[in-house]
């Protein structure tokens, strides 16, 4: 601070001028309202005026405060907001990304859901179907059995033993009835087999077939039994020679019928076995005339 001397006296004294320079964090308040006092406490004049500069600084930085305080107030809020913006774009980005997901999840899920219901309520539908086709069991009975011809001679066997060979021509009829109502049955058989106790005496393949829903057809197989070898083990047969009206022969027939059904294409199948076992006596007066299997047949 310098102090300038007046260099010739006047009629009226003159205040001395002051350089003020202002502190860069003035109060402004202070400066506005001051009592009576210029910046750093400064005499005011009589006159009650300060010097032009240090008026004029004092009237600059109040404005220059208050102007520059709202902008750096601006600018600060601004760089807030700028700085912040971003923040909520990438906030945004992943909440769509979070909302995407779940919305991808509970799709995946519902489909599942679905998936698996349709599974289960397919699988009970196919467990209804194939507990309802077991009630519909094949109803198989034997209407008798004709042996045209019965012929014992003496003979050899492959290996050229000598022994008593056994020809017999016999036609077993029988019943097949399906009683479903909804499927077809498709039916293959065993052998049907003629045995003198556990000699096998004769034979026969029953053709395979299909029998369709609430029908029943009649089949006749053909049981042959051609140069049996005997060995002495049918000691009923040796009459037959001499008196072939006495013979009296047992005999057992048995065989395994086979019916597949498919009842939901290949997905749902069911099978039916019916093993028959009969047991009949042949009488020598009765060759060519039809034996009945009435209650001499069983179901096992």
């Known amino acids: 601070m310098t102090t300038w001397p007046a260099k010739s006296s006047l009629p009226q004294t003159v205040s001395p001028v002051y350089f ?3 502190p860069p964090n003035t109060d402004v308040e202070k400066i506005s309202t001051g009592s009576g ?3 750093f406490g400064s005499p005011v004049n009589r ?12 009237a600059e930085s109040p404005s220059t405060l208050r102007s520059s305080g709202p902008l750096r107030n601006g600018y600060s809020s601004l760089q807030v907001h700028d ?8 906030d945004d980005d992943y909440d769509e990304v979070n909302g995407s997901d779940e919305k991808r999840g509970r799709r995946t899920r519902f489909y599942t859901c679905l998936l698996f219901t349709f599974v289960l309520a397919f699988t009970i539908f196919c467990l209804i179907l194939w507990g309802v086709s077991k009630s519909f069991s ?4 034997l209407k008798g059995m004709v042996i045209e011809s019965l ?3 003496s003979g050899n066997d492959a290996s050229g033993v000598l022994t008593d060979m056994l ?3 016999s036609t077993v ?5 399906n009683p479903a109502t909804f499927f077809t049955v498709h039916v293959t058989s065993s052998p049907l087999q003629l045995s003198y106790y556990q000699l096998i005496l004769a034979s026969g393949q029953m053709e395979k077939f299909s029998q369709r829903s609430k029908t029943e057809r009649i089949i006749e197989t053909k049981v042959i039994g051609i140069q049996i070898p005997l060995y002495g083990g049918v000691p009923a047969l040796y009459a037959q020679r001499a008196k072939p009206d006495r013979v009296v022969l047992p005999l057992n027939l048995t065989f395994t019928l086979r019916s597949r059904a498919y009842v939901l294409g290949r997905l749902v199948k069911t099978k039916f076995y019916t093993s028959m076992r009969c047991s009949i006596t042949f009488h020598g007066d009765k060759l060519g005339k039809k034996i009945d299997f009435l209650k001499s047949c069983s179901d096992h």
């Open 20 to 22: 003020v320079q202002s």
């Open 37 to 39: 006092l210029s910046p």
């Open 47 to 58: 006159q009650g005026q300060v010097s032009h500069y240090n008026h004029e600084s004092v």
């Open 83 to 90: 700085h912040d913006h971003p923040i909520d774009e990438d």
């Open 138 to 141: 094949p109803i198989v009975t």
């Open 151 to 153: 012929n014992v001679q």
């Open 167 to 169: 020809t017999l021509n």
């Open 173 to 177: 009829t029988m019943l097949y009835k």
